[in-house]
């Protein structure tokens, strides 16, 4: 039967009483059999994983090949993120926007209250209290999550700073507060399933000016772990917008020169396009004297400096990677990454106890566990792993993490990029015009969907900033807010698009990618710091064949280049006639330049030849 639970830490927090009562109060409704005020230590850790292993949801890996590492499966309606029942309840719909779910948040609470009445009997209600970024730092915010899922304590203590050391940081009614439920009470009539979750119903639910987010139902990543996308990017960005900063699904990375100069990059790709092989690049051979080094691999909150530059952090302190498609030649550093300390999400199992995934190896090991926990049999056409599949491992493992990555006063940014998964008329690379058009170019990104959300995979939709999914507010008033942003920095970073997934017409892609795109980094870096050519294309700056550096990569001809660097006119004329759903859609609030920069672009299309390309070389 439950007891009221006391403070159990000597360390002093402002918020003690407030805590007390509301992690009380959580408990008596939702019925919890037990209250446990996480500390954060390494010895709850392994209790915990311990624990989920005697329930069966963790499976021990091999220690000899995966050090302190466990494997487990979710219940098959548990695999992604649900953006059909992610709400956004602020007090006024037109503040949630056309693009978010909304409900009103007394309508929305009388729900949940319901839903979550007796909702953890038979479990622990877990209180953890975290960080995201760097513990101290004027950037960082400060979150407590309340949860009955071990599994969630054991991924926020991985992927947050969190724990007892947090506890003095914690101000009255200035943290967000996090309530989150699987959904699964056991009443003691039958025993408990390896992975709880409520397979018909769940609920993801942010109010804003609450700073309060409530989930239900799902014990999934995003869904689950609250500090990620509910926290760091949907609450976050309307206290960015009210304080005057940036909340945004970026990896920050760092490129250093043979010269020792240190540039650093913030980059938004949609989800499983690419981002973690990114900002964990090694360069291709021919580019070895370039370095690159990860921040942040994610997520990434970016502040004005006095100086008049932006400074960014990654709030996290973990990296929650799709594994599929992962292998020493895309991302050598994330394998490196995941050697130890890791948990894997509905990867397939060798009979050795280690872990496998599609793209891994060319070889399918015989004898593998699927994601659903059954012998694997390849002929079925069905892949071993879930195509979302995750790893959660720290980020100090990570051998490429920047030596400033923990940064209380974050690294400066001196470039954007943005980047969809794009088979046709899109660019390898160009540079926007000015600020402004480079808002409106991440502002009309589209892309190709994946697995990472449910739904139709492969179909382009429009993801301004790569934010749709994660938005807190009114997407026109956030690219208002990137507008204004912008317009008193006294030299504003430079803005990019780029294309890695580009397709001729047999359906092969056009580019190499992976380390191969330092040498497309290597001229937006140049071009950063006044040191690259380029020509004016009708879409913006480009590169020509020889601005790039091709060293160790000869065979890659002036004409491949200017396949992967055609603008083609009639496509392009119906990609910006394409945005004018997106501009209906936002129609209220959307920005009056952007009709204006749309006339523009399409007047330069018009006046272009059918396929521009770039000039020949003059011999």
């Given amino acids: 039967m439950y007891q009221e ?7 002093a927090s402002p918020a003690k009483s407030e805590l007390e009562t509301w992690v009380n109060s959580i408990a008596r409704h939702c019925e919890a059999d037990a209250i446990h005020w996480c500390d954060g230590s390494q010895t709850e850790y392994d209790s915990l994983c311990q624990l989920l292993v005697k329930k069966g949801t963790f ?42 779910n909304w409900m009103d948040p007394k309508e929305m609470k009388t729900i949940l209250n319901n839903l979550m009445e007796g909702s953890m009997k038979g479990r622990t209600l877990y209180v953890i209290p975290f960080c995201m970024g760097p513990v101290g730092s004027p950037f960082s915010r400060y979150g407590v999550q309340l949860t009955d899922s071990e599994y969630v304590v054991v991924n926020m203590r991985i992927m947050t700073r969190m724990g007892e050391d947090i506890l003095p940081h914690l101000q009255k009614k200035e943290y967000v507060r996090c309530l989150h439920t699987i959904g699964a009470p056991l009443d003691g009539s039958k025993p408990d399933v390896t992975w709880p979750c409520n397979p018909t119903t769940k609920y993801i639910t942010h109010f804003p000016e609450e700073r309060l987010i409530i989930s239900y139902g799902s014990g999934y990543g995003g869904n689950a772990l609250m500090g990620k996308k509910c926290f760091a990017l949907r609450i976050a960005s309307v206290m960015g917008k009210e304080e005057g900063w940036l909340a945004e699904h970026m990896l920050i990375l760092g490129v250093e020169s043979p010269e ?9 790709f949609p989800s499983a396009c690419g981002k973690t092989n990114f900002s964990m690049m090694i360069p291709s051979k021919g580019m070895g004297d370039w370095k690159v080094t990860t921040v942040g691999d994610d997520i990434a909150w970016i502040h004005k400096g006095e100086d008049g530059r932006l400074y960014a952090i990654n709030p996290e302190a973990g990296y929650f990677g799709v594994a599929p498609g992962t292998n020493v030649k ?25 872990v496998w995934w599609e793209g891994l190896t060319k070889e399918i090991p015989e004898g593998l566990t699927d994601w659903k926990g059954k012998p694997y049999d390849p002929k079925t056409g069905q892949p071993a792993a879930h195509p979302n599949s995750r790893f959660t491992a720290p980020a100090y493992q990570n051998p490429a993490i920047d030596p400033e990555w923990d940064n209380a006063k974050g690294v400066p940014v001196e470039a954007f990029v943005f980047g969809g998964r794009r088979s046709t008329a899109v660019p390898l690379v160009s540079q926007t015009f000015n600020w402004n058009f480079g808002v409106y170019s991440a502002a009309t990104m589209g892309s190709e969907t994946t697995a990472a959300a449910f739904g139709q995979v492969g179909v382009v939709r429009r993801d301004p900033f790569a934010m ?30 780029v294309n890695w997934f580009r397709k001729d017409e047999n359906g092969k892609f ?7 795109n330092m040498r497309v980094l290597k001229w937006i870096v140049q071009r950063v710091h006044g040191g690259a050519s380029a020509v004016e294309s009708p879409i913006g700056w480009m590169p020509r064949y020889e601005d790039m550096d091709w060293t160790g990569i000869e065979d890659f001809s002036r004409e491949d280049f200017a396949k992967i660097m055609t603008v083609d006119r009639e496509p392009w004329k119906q990609e910006l006639l394409g945005h004018e759903e997106l501009f209906a859609k936002l129609y209220d609030r959307l920005p009056k330049e952007f009709y204006f920069m749309r006339e523009l672009l399409l007047s330069a299309l ?14």
């Fill in 260 to 268: 020792k100069e240190k540039t650093y990059v913030a980059a938004a």
């Fill in 59 to 100: 499976i021990p890996l091999n220690p000899q090949k995966r050090p302190n590492s466990f494997a487990c499966f979710s219940d098959p309606s548990d695999v992604a993120r649900v953006e059909d029942k992610t709400f956004i309840c602020s007090r006024v719909k037109e503040d949630a926007g056309p693009t978010n």
């Fill in 5 to 11: 639970s006391k403070f159990p830490f000597q360390q």
């Fill in 330 to 354: 895309t991302n050598a550093n994330a394998i490196e990454s995941i050697r130890a300390n890791t948990i894997f999400t509905n990867v397939a199992i060798t009979k050795d106890k280690d």
């Fill in 606 to 619: 018009w006046r272009s030849p059918e396929h521009w390309a770039l000039e020949p070389e003059r011999v």
């Fill in 468 to 497: 749709l999914p994660f938005m807190g507010y009114h997407m026109g008033d956030y690219v208002n807010h990137w507008l204004q942003f912008g317009r008193n920095l006294p030299n504003a970073p430079r803005i990019f698009n």
């Fill in 510 to 516: 056009l580019w190499p990618g992976f380390g191969e």
